[in-house]
T-cell receptor, first 111, second 112 residues
Framework: DTGVSQDPRHKITKRGQNVTFRCDPISEHNRLYWYRQTLGQGPEFLTYFQNEAQLEKSRLLSDRFSAERPKGSFSTLEIQRTEQGDSAMYLC?????????FGQGTRLTVV | GEDVEQSLFLSVREGDSSVINCTYTDSSSTYLYWYKQEPGAGLQLLTYIFSNMDMKQDQRLTVLLNKKDKHLSLRIADTQTGDSAIYFCAEEPQTGGFKTIFGAGTRLFVKA
């Protein structure tokens, strides 16, 4: 399977805990995006990398959120001190030029 | 500001045409997209149109763009039950880097 893969697919955590998600993009894609999707809504942009450089961050990305893409390959999204409002589907996408390919997402539930 | 609006639901009979409408606010958007999301799956890019085009056809899909009214539509001919999904309209503002702004999605129900 050469698509975008995300791990884990599901995560249940207690409020206040830290969580980290991983995204492996399609290997030749230099652009990588993180989105958040809540029930009944479309994906909301969180952040964007070109190679290893994080070029844009949404205002939605509070200080508790951090994303990295070391060496311009896989990316991680960490949420510290999780809150119930962080419960959502976290989607990763990658692209070479125009078409973005999405992974199946990591569903986070904060209890 | 950047905003994309879509109707929430559409129900059609199998074999009929479906038309999903969308309005967007950023006139600088260079590309406009239609994505499909099936239950439990990620988003799949169906088609996109560049802002200097009025229409794009791809097999059963026809995209119409009215740039003056900032209105985008997706027509699915001969709709099948397998087309039941959520369809997202999205814009890529010219000033927004490469981020894409999505609508809330239109849930298409296809009745057999």
């Amino acid at each position: 399977d050469t698509g975008v893969s995300q791990d884990p697919r599901h995560k249940i955590t207690k409020r206040g805990q830290n969580v980290t998600f991983r995204c492996d993009p399609i290997s030749e894609h230099n652009r990588l995006y993180w989105y958040r999707q809540t029930l009944g809504q479309g994906p909301e942009f969180l952040t964007y990398f070109q190679n290893e450089a994080q070029l844009e961050k949404s205002r939605l990305l509070s200080d508790r959120f951090s994303a990295e893409r070391p060496k311009g390959s896989f990316s991680t999204l960490e949420i510290q001190r999780t809150e119930q409002g962080d419960s959502a589907m976290y989607l990763c996408a990658s692209s070479a030029i125009r078409e973005a390919f999405f992974g199946q997402g990591t569903r986070l539930t904060v209890v | 500001g950047e905003d994309v609006e879509q109707s929430l639901f559409l129900s059609v009979r199998e074999g009929d045409s479906s038309v999903i409408n969308c309005t967007y606010t950023d006139s600088s958007s260079t590309y406009l997209y239609w994505y499909k999301q099936e239950p439990g799956a990620g988003l799949q890019l169906l088609t996109y149109i560049f802002s200097n085009m009025d229409m794009k056809q791809d097999q059963r899909l026809t995209v119409l763009l009215n740039k003056k009214d900032k209105h985008l539509s997706l027509r699915i001919a001969d709709t099948q039950t397998g087309d039941s999904a959520i369809y997202f309209c999205a814009e890529e503002p010219q000033t927004g880097g490469f981020k894409t702004i999505f609508g809330a999605g239109t849930r298409l129900f296809v009745k057999a």
